[in-house]
T-cell receptor, first 116, second 112 residues
Framework: ETGVTQTPRHLVMGMTNKKSLKCEQH?????MYWYKQSAKKPLELMFV???????ENNSVPSRFSPECPNSSHLFLHLHTLQPEDSALYLC???????????????FGNGTRLTVT | AQSVTQLGSHVSVSEGALVLLRCNYS??????LFWYVQYPNQGLQLLLK??????LVKGINGFEAEFKKSETSFHLTKPSAHMSDAAEYFC??????????FGRGTSLIVHP
């Protein structure tokens, strides 16, 4: 399998639940990203991992917890979410070189999250 | 810091008409520029990228974009729109960092 795969594609959870989103990339990239895409809002960068170390965290609430166990896998652990967290969560990967790169991002198809 | 501006949240064209989606960037360093397309219920996929080799860049599905440094623009065009081009289009820029900055996106609507 090639590309970036996200599971599950759809998730409905209550505000007291704990769930995890999974992302796997088969492109040999060394950087991975989580984005949040809400209706009528711009793409929001949530987390960036480069060489399995978190390099950027854009003031995301602590109810979102990322994990990057290796360069191919990225998780987003969710707990006590709010209805406004309902959105499409996109994972992406890229090949970073010396912190400056013309390598494009490769996106998965996202997880559509609904918080009830 | 990078910023990317896409003029018009929606662009409506007739099938067969010219498509023009506008993107302007601001950057203190020479940028790398990208256009992505997002179809419903899918992630973003790369249409084309500019990396300083040539100012006119050809991408997939008949799209192209021209880098104009004097105008800090990277507008996306297609001579003849097809119904299947209806989607959300995102312009992005990176420069000084491998992490790109995205525009807000432009929804392309194609009428029969």
């Amino acid at each position: 399998e090639t590309g970036v795969t996200q599971t599950p594609r759809h998730l409905v959870m209550g505000m007291t639940n704990k769930k995890s989103l999974k992302c796997e990339q088969h492109l040999g990239h060394n950087a991975m990203y989580w984005y949040k895409q809400s209706a009528k809002k711009p793409l929001e960068l949530m987390f960036v991992y480069s060489l399995e170390e978190r390099v950027e965290n854009n003031s995301v609430p602590s109810r979102f917890s990322p994990e990057c166990p290796n360069s191919s896998h990225l998780f987003l652990h969710l707990h006590t979410l709010q209805p406004e967290d309902s959105a499409l969560y996109l994972c992406a990967s890229s090949q970073e070189a010396d912190r400056v790169s013309n390598s494009p991002l490769h996106f998965g198809n996202g997880t559509r999250l609904t918080v009830t | 810091a990078q910023s990317v501006t896409q003029l018009g949240s929606h662009v409506s064209v007739s099938e067969g008409a010219l498509v023009l989606l506008r993107c302007n960037y601001s950057s203190s360093v020479p940028p790398y520029l990208f256009w992505y397309v997002q179809y419903p219920n899918q992630g973003l996929q790369l249409l084309l990228k500019y990396t300083s080799a040539a100012t006119l860049v050809k991408g997939i599905n008949g799209f192209e974009a021209e880098f104009k440094k004097s105008e800090t623009s990277f507008h996306l065009t297609k001579p003849s729109a097809h119904m299947s081009d209806a989607a959300e289009y995102f312009c992005a820029a990176s420069g000084g960092s491998y992490i790109p900055t995205f525009g807000r996106g432009t929804s392309l609507i194609v009428h029969p």
